[in-house]
């Protein structure tokens, strides 16, 4: 009997266990397969759905409204491994396309609203060359909360005037851009993870406007130089058409810079320069209407051939980039800014300097930088530039010969990028500087209680009043 009794009550505790195992397994999301964008349109505004989109080609060529794809459900996993989607670029010049009720008139073709959302794999890219309507043109637009875009594999086209990135203009006019990832306002909690961008458009990659506590991490972006001897050559298209003369600069602390590249003062393009077809790679916005971009952490990320590599400095809230490399860039390779901590990064200096901090009202930024091989450059002799205060800066390398002996790392200066404002007074105040690399330091005017070792020289620079 109490053997029997004993199997009778590991016999219920079986049936129990088994029973508790099956109400768990009921309260997962079944999986609903799907083979085509109507079908996969039936469930992108539905709740607490788990789609798999089967494998293959999907044409997009055609759209009700100016965001082409709303995902507006919660609660949402979409999974789009292996799919691959083809946008007409003529999408982005409808004028019949219904506008969205959120007031900004940007066109995308994959807009995320909904909470606690997963879209996963897919590669999407846009094909033609037939200019948008306006410069917002992008392919996704998250701006819901808790967001994940996981594996997804952009490639931008589509953009106007094509081959001259920054040289007539950041938007209106005739330039119309086609820009990759946009996390803004009333993004939270968004992750972009595994990500990659290649641009071959103009316009950002990823960038951020008004979100809140975005992470960018193990993404890769890409787009494409083009030397200004490249340009002369041409006989034929826009820039031939207007003589070689593109926008005018009209800074006077920086005649004739134009993100990252020189121009003549009267707009001429002159040979010898090099210019990033497209505009950064991952940047921060410092607000949209009012709402401030806030804690950003960009991780284990790369850029290459962009005009600015990982752009922080613009957010104003201390922002955190950790283990990014970047790569032959044309205005600076990091932008750094106010209470930013980089750590354990490395960029080159070929064609622009490996990182700023350009803004004189910037405080307490932490930043360790290895400078990556920057011999074989064009048309930069800087390695560093440093504006603010309170800043605790280490530059170092794996191989001394990586750095060019015309390489300097300057503090207090205007040149290259920003410090836009007229009213702006260069200063470095009450920084630590380790520099462990052979690169002389130059001391201009406004700076004031440096802390310095370095194993290069340090120059001060006498004023030219």
């Not at 390398?397 to 260069?426: C, H, Q, R």
Request: net charge neutral; charged share 25%; hydrophobic share 35%.
């Amino acid at each position: 009997m109490r053997y029997t009794k004993q199997i009778f009550i590991m016999l219920s505790l079986f049936v129990i266990a088994t029973s508790f195992k099956i109400t768990v397994d009921n309260t997962q999301q079944e999986v609903i397969e799907v083979s085509s964008i109507a079908e996969l349109k039936t469930y992108i505004n539905v709740d607490s759905v788990k789609v798999k989109l089967a494998a293959g080609n999907y044409q997009i060529d055609d759209a009700k409204k100016i965001r082409f794809l709303e995902f507006t459900g919660n609660n949402t996993h979409f999974d789009l491994k292996g799919a691959r989607f083809m946008v007409d670029t003529k999408l982005f010049s409808r004028k019949d396309l219904e506008s969205s009720n959120d007031g900004n008139d940007m066109y995308c073709v994959i807009e995320v609203s909904g909470k606690n959302v997963m879209l996963e794999g897919l590669y999407i890219e846009t094909y033609g060359d037939t200019p948008g309507k306006q410069s917002k043109n992008k392919i996704f637009n998250v701006v819901g909360e808790d967001v994940t875009l996981k594996n997804i594999e952009i490639r931008t086209a589509g953009s106007s005037p094509w081959g001259y990135g920054s040289l007539y203009g950041l938007g209106g006019g005739d330039v119309r851009k086609m820009n990759g990832i946009r996390v803004g306002y009333p993004a939270k909690n968004a992750k972009l993870i595994g990500c990659k961008v290649h641009m071959r458009a103009m316009g950002h990659a990823i960038f951020l406007q008004g979100s809140e506590n975005t992470l960018i991490e193990d993404c890769h972006v890409d787009g494409l130089l083009r030397t200004t001897n490249a340009i002369l050559k041409e006989t034929s298209g826009y820039m031939f058409d207007k003589g070689f003369y593109a926008t005018k600069p009209k800074h006077k602390h920086k005649p004739g810079y134009v993100e990252g590249t020189i121009i003549g003062l009267d707009g001429k393009i002159l040979p010898g320069e090099i210019i990033s077809l497209s505009e950064d790679g991952i940047r921060m916005y410092p607000e949209y209407n009012g709402h401030k971009t806030l804690n950003t952490t960009v991780k284990n990320c790369t850029v290459t051939q962009m005009r600015r590599g990982i752009c922080t400095g613009l957010s104003t809230s201390g922002d955190k980039i950790i283990d990014c490399v970047v790569r032959d860039c044309v205005a600076t390779g990091y932008n750094i800014g106010n209470a930013d901590t980089v750590i354990n990064c490395s960029a080159d200096a070929k064609y622009a300097e490996a990182f700023c901090v350009p803004y004189t009202d910037a405080k307490g930024a932490h930043v360790e930088m290895t400078i990556l091989d920057s011999r074989g450059g064009l048309a930069n002799n800087l390695l560093a530039k440093i504006n603010g205060s309170g800043h605790e800066i280490i530059i170092k390398t794996a191989d001394p010969d990586y750095i060019p002996e015309n390489l300097e790392i300057k503090l207090s200066v205007w040149e290259s990028y920003g410090n836009f404002s007229k009213d702006a007074v260069m200063h470095v105040t009450d920084i630590k500087l380790e520099n462990q690399t052979n690169t002389k330091v130059l001391l201009y005017p406004g700076t004031k209680n440096p802390q310095i070792e370095s194993v290069g020289e340090v120059v001060k620079v006498p004023s030219r009043e």
